[in-house]
């Protein structure tokens, strides 16, 4: 069975401050994809970035940053700068390969709330 | 990429009825996935629809709750039935790509 520990219930920053959202996983397969999702106060889940586990680089895209470890099992998402626009709930998620790709495991969430 | 849409929106029922939710892709797909989203909670996956076989469902859903229907490649069908406050919920519809995993704006049903 898959799980996805997000730690951090909530985080509070001020505009322009970087923040790190943690996210750890436990899956036995060797074959599997991590993903990232914003979901803002208006419900749509927003895609964010999926790695798969072949591929331990670091991704950047604009102000964000993942930092996948499989040594530790994490996929960690920064925000750096961030920005009021950024407050929703970011959800880490976990799908294996195979016949059930597409099945995500999903962590708690994190709301993170960016304060002017 | 593939864009999702659901019917309805919104919706408000009594409990005790049945609501159907129906899920449009703008593509052909193998499988489609059913999630539920409670209020100030995590996803969770209600079940897998393949077209042409029964649904798959996962630990803690069961096929009268939630009777699933999958006629073609691109449309699919969830049922919430004899309803109770206790599944006033977001219902997402979603697909796998190649490249990431895509949901539809989902369903919020709130039960009375």
């Known amino acids: 069975a898959q799980k996805v520990t997000q730690a951090q219930t909530e985080i509070s920053v001020v505009e322009k401050e970087d923040v790190t959202l943690d996210c750890v996983y436990e899956?036995?397969?060797?074959?599997?994809?991590l993903f990232w999702y914003k979901q803002p106060p208006s419900g749509e889940l927003v895609f964010l970035i999926r790695r798969n586990s072949f591929d331990e680089q670091n991704e950047i895209s604009g102000r964000y940053s993942w930092n996948f470890q499989k040594s530790t099992s994490s996929f960690n998402f920064t925000i750096t700068a961030s920005q009021v626009v950024d407050s929703a709930v970011y959800f880490c998620?976990?799908?294996?390969?195979?016949?059930?790709?597409?099945?995500?495991?999903f962590g708690q969430g994190t709301i993170l709330t960016v304060h002017p | 990429s593939a864009v999702i849409s659901q019917k309805p929106s919104r919706d408000i029922c009594q409990r005790g009825t049945s609501l159907t939710i129906q899920c449009q892709v703008d593509s052909q797909v193998t499988m489609m996935f059913w999630y539920r989203q409670q209020p100030g909670q995590s996803l969770t996956l209600i079940a897998t629809a393949n077209q042409g076989s029964e649904a798959t469902y996962e630990s803690g859903f069961v096929i009268d709750k939630f009777p699933i229907s999958r006629p073609n490649l691109t449309f699919s069908t969830l049922t919430v039935s004899n309803m109770s406050p206790e599944d006033s919920s977001i219902y997402l519809c979603?697909?796998?790509?190649?490249?990431?995993?895509?949901f539809g704006p989902g369903t919020r049903l709130t039960v009375t």
């Open positions: 899956t036995r397969d060797t074959t599997y994809y």
């Open positions: 979603s697909v796998a790509g190649i490249y990431e995993q895509y």
């Open positions: 998620a976990l799908s294996v390969g195979g016949t059930s790709y597409g099945k995500l495991t």
